[in-house]
Structure formats: structure tokens, C-alpha cells
């Protein structure tokens, strides 16, 4: 079987990961690399082992290579439009990060795109493809509590990269764009329902704008680094409510320190219209307790199989998976509308905070 041949557009610490993990398979070739900085460049290349692949600076350079089927983007929210429809048009399949982009009409455009040019768009919402949250929904599938009436979700945790575009609103999104899209998209898929309407409530507690705000991060390669310009949240509540009368609930703290202390900085929750729960925590472990037979059972989730190098579950599934999409021409689990649908739910929270009041879903797409 003929390799997929593969461009990266950004080795940062998303970008890096997927370069090394789709390395590793065999039915795929690393051709290219394209990132301005070469230290990202370098820790990528180390780490490569079957691939000997091109550097270049632009990505244009690469628009229209003939031994390119399909790139990895993995650039700041800001710039998904550009480069993705970019290589949409080109004619190139795509994998790109969440979130699809960091507004509505960027999102719409780049599915235009893929669908003007008959290209796989797959979206980088790697709890998809995770065992854990693939095990919650089949449990679901069993019929194990009935439908899904309440969820939650409990993301405490460290601040993001100090790198500027994250904290800069318009250009990530705000973070509950560039992070909770993840969790939004696991209530979408869980509860299996449309969103119509959000709440939100948040500010700034720790990291304010204007202040010398020294940020640490716990799992990125980059050094601690003053950043004054934060017009993110750095704390929130949202409220969800479906059409099919299910409610969802995220609470969002970015200033934790240090990061899971207690193993508790993860929590992702639903109870069923028979009465009974079913937590994930920290993307590692499930329990089942209550409703009709009152049992309870602690599941220790596999979660080296669908990764790879420690890191984050369901990453190599996700690669796997875009592979097998593009050599068959499906759409992927992870679609570009499953991440609009998420993205749609985030916009709305953040408009929520600035308005104070509910926002209607519809009202976005108006």
C-alpha cells in the first residue's frame, strides 16, 4: 500500500506529538515541516524515527507539492482559516487542532472549503477517540442508565503556554473556545442533543490584564514568561440546556497551582434518567454507581494503547483514525460539524460573560 505522504504546519507542543506519532505508523511518510522556529524543529526531528523530512519556513512553499496528500495543522487559533482553506484548496486533506477556529465565520469558511474540494477535514478533538470517553459511551449504548439527563464537568488546572496568542481573546477565541470545546463536545456526544440556549459567568481572578503576570505552565516545553496583555477569563461557570431537556454544567479554574495536586483536577460526570452516575476522572479511571441494580464498579481505563509517549489519551487513536478516513474517503469521527457544534456552544459562554445574560445558540448563526 502506497504511504500517505505528510506536511506539519507547526511543531509546537501539539504539532511535535502529531509529527512523532504519525511517524510511527507505517502507512504514513513525514515529508515536510514547516515551523519559523527552530528549536520546535529540532525537538521534532530528534524524535522522528523512520522519516527524513524536508524544513522550510512558509507554508506556502508547500501549497502546491506534489508528494503532499494530506497535512497537520497545528498553528494558533487566529491563522486556521488561512492556512487550512489554503491547503483545502490545494487539494490536500486536512487534520487540524481544535478548535475548528476561533470564530463562527472562520469555522464556516474552512468547511466550505473542504467540502468545495471533496477533502477530509478532520478536527484535532482527541477525547473522540480516547478509550475512556469511548467506554462512557458505550456503557451508554447499553442502556446502562437511560438517557443522559445531567451532566458535569470539573476542569481545574494550570494556566495555558506563556505564549501571547493564548491569552489574547482575539486571537484564541478566549479560553473557553481554545479549551472547553473539548469538554463541550464530550456533553454534545453524551447527551445526544442539540444546545439551545447557555449561561456563563466569569472573570479574571489571578491573571488580570495590565498586571506583570509571571506565567508557568506545567506541560509545555516553553520557559515561565511575563505576559501583561490577558483579555481571557481565567475563571468560569457555564450552564447548557438541550433541546431534549438535559442540562450540562463546566466550571473552569486556569490559575491552579501546583497542577492536580490532589488527582481531582479532571472531573467529567452524568447521571442518568434511572438515578444512576457515571464519573470519569482525570482522563484515566470510570465509576458506576446506582440506578436499577444499585451496583457500583471502578473501571481502570487502558489508556497507553490509544497514545503514545505519554501523552494525551486517545492522541494515537485519532492519527489512526484520519488515516483510515482518507484511504477510505469517510468522514471522520471527529468532523468539522461536531467541532462547530462544540465551537458554538463555547462563543456562546463567552458572549454570555461579556453580555450577562443567556445566549441563544440560534442567535449566533443568524
Not at 507554508?59 to 494558533?76: F, G, Q, R
Not at 490509544?306 to 494515537?316: L, V, Y
Request: with cysteine; net charge negative.
Amino acid at each position: 500500500m502506497e504511504k500517505l505522504k505528510m506536511a506539519f504546519i507547526g511543531v509546537g507542543d501539539m504539532g511535535s506529538h502529531h509529527c512523532i506519532g504519525f511517524d510511527l505508523l507505517p502507512e504514513c511518510k513525514v515529508n515536510y515541516i514547516c515551523d519559523m522556529n527552530q528549536a520546535n524543529v529540532e525537538r521534532t526531528l530528534a524524535e522522528l524515527k523512520n522519516s527524513k523530512p524536508v524544513i522550510v519556513a512558509d507554508y506556502k512553499e508547500l501549497l502546491h507539492k506534489e508528494d503532499i496528500d494530506a497535512v497537520v495543522i497545528s498553528v494558533p487559533n487566529y491563522l486556521h482559516r488561512e492556512v487550512a482553506v489554503a491547503f483545502l484548496e490545494a487539494g490536500k486533506h486536512v487534520f487540524l487542532e481544535k478548535p475548528v477556529a476561533h470564530t463562527l465565520e472562520d469555522c464556516n469558511a474552512i468547511i466550505e472549503a473542504a467540502e468545495a474540494n471533496d477533502r477530509i477535514l478532520q478536527i484535532g478533538l482527541v477525547y473522540r477517540y480516547s478509550n475512556v470517553y469511548r467506554r462512557m459511551a458505550e456503557e451508554l449504548g447499553r442502556g446502562r442508565l437511560g438517557d443522559v439527563k445531567l451532566m458535569w464537568c470539573k476542569e481545574f488546572r494550570d494556566p495555558f503556554p506563556p505564549t501571547e496568542w493564548f491569552y489574547d481573546k482575539n486571537k484564541s477565541g478566549g479560553a473557553l473556545v481554545e479549551k472547553d470545546c473539548h469538554h463541550f463536545d464530550i456533553f454534545n456526544w453524551m447527551i445526544g442533543s442539540k444546545p439551545v440556549r447557555v449561561f456563563a459567568t466569569g472573570g479574571q481572578h489571578v491573571m488580570k490584564q495590565g498586571q506583570p503576570n509571571l506565567i508557568t505552565n506545567s506541560y509545555s516545553h516553553y520557559p515561565a514568561k511575563p505576559i501583561e496583555d490577558i483579555s481571557i477569563v481565567d475563571h468560569a461557570w457555564v450552564t447548557i440546556e438541550y433541546e431534549n431537556g438535559s442540562k450540562a454544567n463546566l466550571g473552569l479554574c486556569m490559575y491552579l497551582k501546583p497542577r492536580n495536586l490532589m488527582g481531582e483536577g479532571l472531573e467529567i460526570g452524568l447521571i442518568g434518567e434511572n438515578g444512576g452516575q457515571m464519573v470519569a476522572k482525570n482522563d484515566k479511571t470510570i465509576d458506576i454507581v446506582g440506578g436499577q441494580n444499585f451496583t457500583r464498579d471502578h473501571l481502570d481505563i487502558d489508556v497507553t494503547s490509544d497514545s503514545i509517549m505519554g501523552g494525551h489519551t486517545g492522541g494515537q487513536t485519532q492519527r489512526i483514525e484520519f488515516v483510515k478516513s482518507v484511504k477510505e474517503g469517510k468522514q471522520p469521527f471527529a468532523s468539522a460539524y461536531v467541532g462547530r457544534d462544540a465551537l458554538l456552544i463555547a462563543l456562546a459562554a463567552e458572549k454570555s460573560i461579556v453580555e450577562e445574560r443567556y445566549v441563544y445558540v440560534n442567535e449566533l448563526m443568524k
